[in-house]
């Protein structure tokens, strides 16, 4: 398997205590990557929130090291651009910010060829309290892609075409909304980072954008959260964390970690219905969805009834078969009004 590494070692997962810019210019080669999921200091004095926030900070690790928010926009550039480099055409890359220096991820990001996907939100279960203005319960993630080769996105990872939310939604499409509300983990008496992304975050974007088998890069391993979860969903990882003390710690707890072992936790999706979804309709299938339904209808059945029973039938989704049948009445209505008309005119 390839690491990426530039001494083709093969192990499955490889961490450098370095600098993640200067570590990937040693380490790693062009094009080695398949997705990079990162949550950079965030350049607003992390090292001392803790005295502002009146958080105990007994269980939290030493050694975190801020960027100084003089340094954030020449520091976004570059390891931006070491991102850059190592993803993999058709490759991912997800980055976790705040919004204070949001506008330097931005910037950096504008200056490579990575194309924009999404400006995500991420909305989580508390914020931090004010009275002056508006609390503040989100952060940024930026979701962009390489080009060069079509992008992984499995769009029926956790959820079937069919399935449907407790309100009878698509669970699919509430899924991939561009909002996430996700809570923050609490690990109260445990020794842990003082930032951590939770672990259903990072199922979400590991699980959508790359497949088992597919290297991961965290640019700041911090815990080691997104190596964990890689591993836990069977990818091989690779990251930099400067601080030697979490990553001495985090390492540790990483190893006794069994592959894989996230696998049987995860929501596996039945298979999808519509599979016929996108794809154009045949003169006799449009004719047979049409003869249905009139059937349905003389037979008392309701329109979403029948659109429901039609949509099973023929693989494609309730609106699908919707703009079928509507389009068609609607042709329908306008030859009668011609008084020059018959089925096959109509397809």
Not at 190 to 205: A, D, H, R, V
Not at 257 to 279: A, C, H, M, S, V
Request: one cysteine or more; a positive charge; proline letters at 3%.
């Amino acid at each position: 398997m390839n690491t990426g590494l530039k001494d083709n070692n093969s192990q499955r997962h490889k961490f450098f205590n370095e600098d993640c810019i200067s570590g990937c210019k040693a380490h790693l080669g062009d094009d080695s990557v398949d997705l990079i999921v990162s949550d950079p200091p965030y350049g607003i004095q992390g090292d001392k929130l803790d005295k502002h926030y009146n958080r105990n900070e007994n269980h939290v690790i030493d050694g975190y090291v801020e960027v100084p928010a003089s340094e954030y926009p020449a520091f976004s550039e570059n390891w931006i651009k070491q991102a850059e480099r190592i993803l993999k055409p058709g490759g991912s890359i997800y980055i976790v910010s705040g919004y204070t220096n949001l506008v330097h991820i931005l910037n950096a990001l504008q200056k490579t060829q990575l194309q924009e996907k999404n400006h995500l939100i991420w909305k989580y279960n508390f914020g931090v309290y004010t009275r002056t203005k508006y609390i503040s319960s989100h952060y940024h993630i930026l979701y962009y892609t390489k080009k060069g080769k079509r992008h992984t996105f499995n769009t029926f990872a956790r959820y079937a075409d069919f399935e449907k939310s407790e309100n009878g939604g698509s669970s699919n499409y509430k899924d991939r909304e561009d909002v996430w509300i996700i809570n923050r983990e609490f690990k109260p008496g445990q020794t842990k980072n003082k930032n951590e992304l939770p672990t259903q975050l990072l199922i979400k974007m590991i699980q959508f954008s790359s497949n088992e088998g597919d290297v991961v890069c965290d640019m700041f391993l911090g815990s080691f959260s997104t190596a964990k979860v890689a591993k836990g969903l069977n990818r091989h990882s690779i990251g930099f964390e400067i601080s030697k003390s979490a990553f001495d710690h985090q390492k540790r707890e990483f190893e006794k970690l069994e592959t894989g072992y996230l696998l049987d936790q995860i929501r596996k999706p039945p298979k999808n219905l519509f599979l016929n979804q996108g794809k154009p309709v045949s003169s006799d299938d449009l004719i047979q969805i049409l003869r249905d339904h009139a059937s349905h209808l003389d037979c008392g059945m309701s329109k979403k009834k029948s659109i429901q029973k039609l949509s099973e039938k023929f693989g494609r989704g309730y609106w699908s078969i919707l703009r079928i049948i509507d389009g068609t009445t609607n042709k329908s209505a306008e030859a009668r009004s011609s008084r020059s008309w018959n089925l096959p005119q109509l397809l």
